[in-house]
């Protein structure tokens, strides 16, 4: 079933998080006519993620001050009337903004004048020995767990990585009646210290942070500061992980003593990557910016990418935390809005310069977390030959040195001599930590590049993509007149 090809769509926004679902309102308010859509069941995000489906609070349970704000946007999306296409997936987008969607009942074309994209980051983790074992996931997954579905990731759970990420989920294992085994962080004190002028800025989450330390603190959970996983390994019971101290790059130190500790379960994150799928699909220029998440499209203040009625928003834009992107979403609303010519200069320079300063302070404390979130070279440096690095095609990190070797030098050589990002998550999940590898050989991440961009965006079947089409339908031609 093909439906929309011909509909008058103004704005086709991907992705219904902070940055998506606050550009659609803002836009639908300017006169747009605009269609929101997510692959999830409703709008949040990853951060303001609903309940699943069938799933209800029980009486009397407290909501939490994200729960409640993801709840009041669901709550203005449907008041507004705003088009929302939820379960969605979009797989193909033309040069000429034609998007492809798979959905509930089956496939779907639009054909926009102008698409937002904000779709967000994917999770970062650094492999190391034993990181696909069952029982070791992202802390992005374990968030889903404790925020969505009120469940444990593990009876007795480490926590590791970097970012704050650590913190929020270390203290929703508690809050859920589970136990720390410790949180494991590659960050010294003195980094968290000097981030402080930053989160001043933000003091009721500088505030909520103090408060998780002083939680972890009271439930003798131990913190090791600039110490990072080496090895997994599986038990009877669970796992065996053995950490060790790091500098300040996340190399491992030669004669650092390693702890081993018990649990069931590992959750670890590295940080985020900004999530550049749709906009490598589309040749947008892009840059690399360590200190934003990575390779990161080309902007203006505004949103406006190098591709013409192609605007992006929130941290898919450079890491600045959910707090900035439903602002920046509506910045880049308001641009395609007055593009459009549905609002004039004034109106567009008035309502913007407020949008600016609802910007500027979150994000400042969204780039200084992104900065204690960024790959530290050492710690890629430091991964054993024998670790799988892209789990999808289970390609080494000795495979990946061999090829470089032979001469690989950019990310897509490298990938069509050892598969590395030819799986499922099409090298999100790897590309990032691949392309720390082949720099040293290739002189810089820019001379890496990044994986080309290509459909399917998300995997789909033939089956969603034909649809009812059969044999019969194949048009033949006539035979030639001989």
Request: proline fraction near 5%; glycine fraction near 14%.
């Amino acid at each position: 079933m093909v439906e929309g090809v011909g509909h008058a769509v103004d704005l086709l926004v991907i992705g219904a998080g902070p940055a998506g679902a606050r550009a659609a309102l803002r836009a639908h308010a300017c006169g747009l006519k605009v269609l929101l859509v997510d692959e999830n069941v409703d709008a949040g995000g990853q951060v303001y993620r609903p309940l699943p489906v069938g799933f209800s609070r029980s009486a009397g349970a407290p909501r939490s001050k994200e729960a409640r704000a993801g709840d009041d946007l669901r709550a203005a999306l449907r008041n507004a009337g705003v088009d929302c296409r939820f379960g969605h997936k979009v797989w193909n987008i033309g040069t000429d903004l034609r998007t492809d969607l798979i959905g509930p009942d089956g496939s779907a074309s639009w054909q926009p004048r102008a698409l937002l994209v904000a779709t967000g980051t994917t999770e970062r983790v650094v492999p190391f020995e034993g990181w696909t074992l069952p029982g070791v996931m992202g802390l992005a997954a374990a968030t889903i767990l404790l925020k969505s579905q009120n469940m444990l990731p593990g009876r007795r759970t480490l926590v590791a990585g970097s970012g704050p990420l650590l913190l929020a989920v270390a203290d929703g294992i508690l809050k859920a009646g589970g136990a720390v085994a410790a949180v494991v962080d590659l960050a010294s004190r003195a980094e968290w210290l000097r981030a402080l002028p930053a989160l001043a800025g933000r003091p009721d989450l500088l505030w909520r942070g103090l408060q998780w330390q002083a939680k972890l603190r009271l439930a003798g959970v131990p913190v090791l500061y600039r110490h990072g996983v080496h090895a997994a390994e599986a038990t009877d019971d669970g796992l065996r992980v053995h950490v060790q101290p790091v500098d300040a790059t996340g190399r491992p130190l030669a004669d650092g003593a390693r702890r081993t500790i018990e649990a069931n379960c590992l959750t670890v994150g590295h940080g985020l990557v900004p999530a550049t799928d749709v906009t490598r699909l589309l040749r947008a220029r892009h840059r690399y910016a360590a200190e934003r998440g990575g390779w990161i499209a080309e902007t203006d203040e505004d949103g406006r990418t190098s591709v013409a009625g192609v605007y992006l928003a929130g941290d898919g834009a450079g890491i600045a935390g959910a707090a900035a992107a439903g602002a920046h979403g509506e910045l880049a609303a308001l641009a395609c809005a007055a593009d459009l010519g549905r609002i004039g200069k004034a109106a567009h320079a008035n309502e913007r310069a407020g949008l600016l300063r609802a910007w500027t302070r979150p994000a400042r404390f969204g780039h200084a977390m992104a900065g204690l979130m960024a790959l530290r070279e050492g710690a890629v440096a430091g991964i054993a030959g024998s670790t799988i690095v892209c789990r999808c095609e289970d390609v080494t990190r000795a495979e990946i040195d061999a090829a470089a070797r032979e001469g690989a030098r950019d990310l897509n050589q490298l990938k069509a001599w050892t598969r590395c990002g030819m799986g499922p998550c099409q090298g999100r999940s790897c590309g990032d930590v691949t392309g720390a590898l082949l720099a040293p050989h290739a002189g810089s991440r820019e001379a890496v590049g990044c994986f080309t961009g290509r459909a399917p965006l998300r995997p789909v079947s033939l089956a969603e993509v034909a649809g009812d089409y059969t044999y019969a339908d194949i048009p033949i031609p006539k035979a030639a007149p001989l």
